[in-house]
């Protein structure tokens, strides 16, 4: 059995633990949750954290951003983190960082069948390379090579690849977002903020006002969420558009990832968003848009494709990391 610190740092929400490990199985010591942008730096939230403990020798963080070398810039905060500070400051004898996503891909052999749901059984016998796509704050990418014998995570900054329009609303969407951003990645859809920004196009392309009820809700805590739950109770008819576009783009860039990564192992689809809408990933319209890749169809069919509903997922990467023999 290990102790480590874990932390799965997001732009929203940065949740902060202490597991014990045993194998692959991640026990709960110690747990809290902090609204991310509360701090002015990651150092004061984990010293926050850590007041008045033992701290443990190992700890590993799942950040949102690119990693490079000991250190990160965070995308979605002014956060700069760098691991050797933290070694030094909180006395780690050792002290990793990891990107979100490659933190989750690490964390899947902690997971059991309770934690995934399927959307696409693919081949029964499906080996080789995997993915994972995961819409939150940002989007996240990232990649499983398998050697032969066991899968090897990788970050990519895919999330900020350009987005692809496929009809003439969706010209006109990236017309739009070119207007206010110049470039438009396929995060500025396929996101929290990008569901809000795809919710006031929809308004000014369908001439629509937003119902003053709706309105407030959205003034008064999460706008993405008050849009979900208007389409989910079908409510108002241009949220239940924002939503089936939104999980149709969804699906349009995990079948890009999952081609670019060839992942016959399995695509998996994790961040906060998909287990809040499972039922709107489960109706058709997520796996019509990943499979939508003419003559590839056929290779993407095959391919399992599971959401993670687990929400400590992008905790036990780090966990498991932090606790590996070294």
């Known amino acids: 059995m290990s102790r ?18 045993v194998g692959t199985r ?88 309770a934690d995934l749901s399927s959307l696409q059984q693919g081949d029964a016998d499906a080996r080789g390379n995997a993915a994972i796509i995961a819409a939150g704050t940002g989007l996240g990418e990232a990649g499983l090579y398998w050697d032969g014998q066991r899968h090897h995570p990788f970050a990519t900054e895919g999330g900020h690849t350009s987005f692809c329009p496929q009809d003439d609303l969706e010209i006109d969407l990236l017309r739009y977002l070119q207007r206010l951003y110049g470039h438009v990645s396929w995060e500025r859809i396929v996101s929290g903020m990008g569901l809000v920004e795809l919710h006031q196009f929809l308004c000014a392309y369908r001439k629509s006002a937003v119902p003053p009820w709706l309105s407030d809700e959205m003034r008064a805590g999460d706008a993405a969420a008050a849009i979900s739950r208007a389409a989910a109770v079908g409510s108002d008819d ?18 890009n990832l999952a081609l670019k990564a060839m992942s016959r192992g399995g695509m998996y689809v994790g961040g906060g968003i998909a287990p809040k809408i499972l039922p709107m990933l489960q109706r058709g319209t997520f796996i019509e848009a990943f499979l939508g890749k003419g003559r590839m169809r056929h290779v993407l069919e095959a391919m399992p494709v599971r959401v993670i509903l687990n929400e400590r997922a992008a905790l036990y990467g780090p966990a498991l990391r932090a606790t590996r023999p070294e």
Not at 65 to 86: K, S
């Open 4 to 21: 480590a610190v874990a932390g799965d740092i997001g732009g929203t929400k940065t949740r902060l633990a202490i597991v014990r490990v």
């Open 26 to 113: 991640v026990s709960i010591e110690r747990e809290i949750i902090y609204p991310s942008r509360d701090f002015a730096t990651f150092e004061t939230l984990l010293a926050d954290f850590l007041t008045g403990m033992q701290v443990p020798a190992h700890a590993a963080f799942g950040i949102a951003g690119p990693v490079q070398g000991r250190a990160v810039r965070t995308t979605n905060l002014p956060w700069y983190i760098d691991a050797d500070v933290l070694q030094q400051r909180f006395g780690f004898k050792v002290c990793t960082l990891l990107n979100d996503l490659e933190s989750i891909a690490c964390g899947l052999a902690a997971l059991g069948d």
């Open 238 to 255: 241009i949220c239940i558009e924002t939503m089936d576009r939104f999980v149709q783009f969804y699906g349009a860039e995990a079948g």
